[in-house]
């Protein structure tokens, strides 16, 4: 289980008090050791990270990426990535199901507009499949 002196910030914050229960994940304090680590994984990362899990692909990022998605976060938290960035997930969609097939990829230069600007902003992405235990991609 994540607890607080594991993590710190307002995302760590997030993932401990959010409520998966209600969601496909399951409450925290049954998640796998696969989910725990790639979370914290995400949240110990000095630049813009997330993982995208689950049959709904609920994103979970860091507080580096909290601070570029600006008014999106916290709502976007935990939610599945089409309701977090209905305006711009589409255009990205058919990279994440790649990536949920097991192919690793990378997007240069892909603009998405996912913080405050309303423009959009340019991203080098790195997309990396997250299995479990049995080899099959979760995340």
């Known amino acids: 289980m994540i607890k607080p002196h594991d993590q710190t910030g307002d995302c760590a914050g997030l993932v401990r008090n959010y409520s998966w229960a209600e969601t ?7 998640w796998p050791g696969w989910l725990l680590a790639i979370v914290r994984l995400v949240l110990d990362s000095p630049i813009v990270a997330s993982v995208a899990v689950g049959t709904r692909r609920r994103l979970i990022y860091n507080d580096e990426a909290a ?7 916290p709502d976007s938290f935990g939610k599945p990535l ?7 997930y589409p ?6 199901d ?6 690793a990829t990378a997007v240069r230069q ?8 309303g423009t959009g902003e340019i991203f080098d992405a790195f997309l ?7 080899g099959y991609v979760r995340g």
């Open 67 to 73: 601070r570029l998605y600006g008014s999106r976060h």
């Open 110 to 117: 892909q603009p998405l507009a996912v913080g405050d600007r």
């Open 128 to 134: 990396t499949p997250v299995r479990d235990e049995g």
């Open 24 to 30: 496909e994940l399951g409450p925290l304090e049954e």
């Open 82 to 88: 089409a309701e977090a960035f209905p305006d711009s």
């Open 91 to 96: 255009s990205v969609a058919d990279v994440y």
């Open 98 to 103: 790649r990536v949920f097939d097991g192919e």
